[in-house]
Nanobody, 125 residues
Framework: QVQLVESGGGLVQAGGSLRLSCAAS????????MAWFRQAPGKEREFVAS????????YYTDSVKGRFTISRDNAKNTVYLQMNTLKPEDTAVYYC??????????????????WGQGTQVTVSS
């Protein structure tokens, strides 16, 4: 059974930075695409960033391009989301997820079947 555990959220002022981590277990981590999503109060969950199973392809939603960077450490079965120049509109619960199928490219249209418990990110103005 796959488990994902996020950490690293918190309260930060606008313009600040945070790095989120997601530790995965229960699946051959290096053969699956991974992604970050977020859900703000009263809004639907939205795609933020992903990378392909081999790390060759990365995707970002337009609102975070140039500010967020997704990365992974296969040796630690961990995926990261470095968030810089944070804005109040980035406030949300952030979730990591893993593709259900091996060797996929990821992206917003991927099929993500497992989610972590989420970590709260709050950006004050």
């Amino acid at each position: 059974q796959v488990q994902l555990v996020e950490s690293g959220g918190g309260l930060v002022q606008a313009g600040g930075s945070l790095r989120l981590s997601c530790a995965a277990s229960g699946r051959t981590f290096s053969t699956y695409a991974m992604a970050w999503f977020r859900q703000a109060p009263g809004k639907e969950r939205e795609f933020v960033a992903s990378f392909s199973w081999n790390g060759a392809l990365t995707y970002y939603t337009d609102s975070v391009k140039g500010r967020f960077t997704i990365s992974r450490d296969n040796a630690k079965n961990t995926v990261y989301l470095q968030m810089n120049t944070l804005k109040p509109e980035d406030t949300a619960v952030y979730y990591c997820s893993i593709e259900s199928r091996r060797f996929m490219a990821g992206g917003a249209s991927g099929h993500y079947d497992t989610w972590g418990q989420g970590t709260q990110v709050t950006v004050s103005s």
